[in-house]
């Protein structure tokens, strides 16, 4: 009933009228409701209106001429009849007691044994049990929507992890279809050992899993990173099952770790500034005093000494000037490029030390040019920087250099990878810290300046290195139209 004081609408099914006024009587004379009544004696007919929905509740006779009201039962269930049914017979019949409920009748009455309070207690019952059945699937409805359309990986999987259940995210997120994945178990997904062995052990002791950051592996390889929330839950039939939801945070890491480089370049930048000003006022008055010295030296071993300590009075004077340059925002002008032109130019400074050190080079650009808007001559130094430490790290003759372009939708992403040595999951996090460096001679400035440049390109990079394998950077730069509307905007905001 759509409304509180909405009569119920109750259709007899019946191909004997006789049948129908006995048990239309029975209906009446229930007292304090009233319900609509009327007769239908072709199985058709009531079909028909079963399919349409056009009662609250349904009255059917067993013996309905050539069919049975069992048949018309089967009939209005698989053609999607939730409204209740209740199955009359003229004498007790057991085994078509038991196959009616099966089927889906709400309730089995004979005719002789019927009164008015076995008809009301049956018509109450089924318009509850229905009131309830249509209240369950408009849950199941909406919850399945959500389900459905939650930008989180919502999941079911069985006690040993193998997935039961998975909505359509798992597609745009992961990048496996749904088929695939439902051939999948869990700790498939997760990347490292020891978690797979944590996930496995939690989930087989009855424990949850509550916002667990994980690394996702995608079905192309790439890494993201989730949080992960997992509970052991028991069905109605007593079977354990696991239901869970995947969060991805791979851009707010990314974020996090942007906003951490840029403190430790200002809280470096800092430091610098006040070292070159301490160093820079005892170093002035030393050169000032050798200079003033030299006019009166007359033999040529002073003379020596002090033209050694001049020179690295200007050398120390020229490193402190080098890291001043490298803390401070690079100053750029921009305009447009074509990047694969950079990148050629990056490869052709670079090409002597590929060719002394043997190494193989696989260059791979899509075919139309890629315009970026960016200070070339800078950019190139960025990129060189990054190609010169690849070189370095591969041994003669075995090593593989490979520069790769890909343009996406909103996007360029340049790879930049090598076979070499590796960096360590604890070196790469501070590969871009200024001062950090692994080589002997290496002042550990020349990365702080590449993301330096980098960053105001409003490009973000990448690392990722495992040992005695290889590294990978990749850098994601920003269409050119992209950069325009945000500079756009940045006027507009100004000249309010």
Known sequence: MSGQNKKAKILIVDDDQDDFIITGEYVKHIPGVSYDIEWCPRYSDALQHMINKDYDLYFVDYRLGAK????LLKEAISNNCDDPIILLTGKGNYNVDIEAMQIGAVDYLV??????????RSIRYALERAANVRALKANERKYRNIFEKSKDIVFITNEHLDFIDVNETIVSLLGYRKEEILNTNLTDLIEQAQHKKYLQHTIASGSEVDDWEVVIVTKNGEKKSCMLTATVEEDNKGSIYVQGIMHDITNLKKVEKATLQAEKLAAAGRLVRTLAHEVRNPLNNITLSVEQM????????????????????RRISDLISELLNTSRPTEITMQEEILQSVLDDVIAA????????????????????ITIRADKE????????IVINAIEAMQEKTGS???????????????ISDNGCGISEENVTRLFEPYFTQKRNGMGLGLAFTLNILQAHKAAI?????????TTFTITFPLANMLMSESENEEIADGE
Do not use: C, F, W
């Open 401 to 415: 250099l490979s520069i790769s372009l890909h343009l996406l939708t909103e996007s360029i992403v340049l790879n």
């Open 294 to 313: 030299q006019q009166d030296l007359k033999d040529d071993t002073s003379a020596l000494y002090m033209n050694i300590i001049q020179r690295n009075s």
């Open 462 to 470: 990448e690392v990722y290195s495992k040992e005695q394998i290889g």
């Open 378 to 385: 800078k950019l190139k130094l960025a990129l060189l920087n």
């Open 111 to 120: 005719k002789p044994e019927l009164t008015i309070e076995k008809m009301e």
């Open 350 to 369: 670079s090409i002597d030390r590929l060719t002394l050190k043997r190494i193989k080079l696989h260059v791979s650009y899509p075919d139309e040019g």
């Open 68 to 71: 049975s009201g069992v048949d």
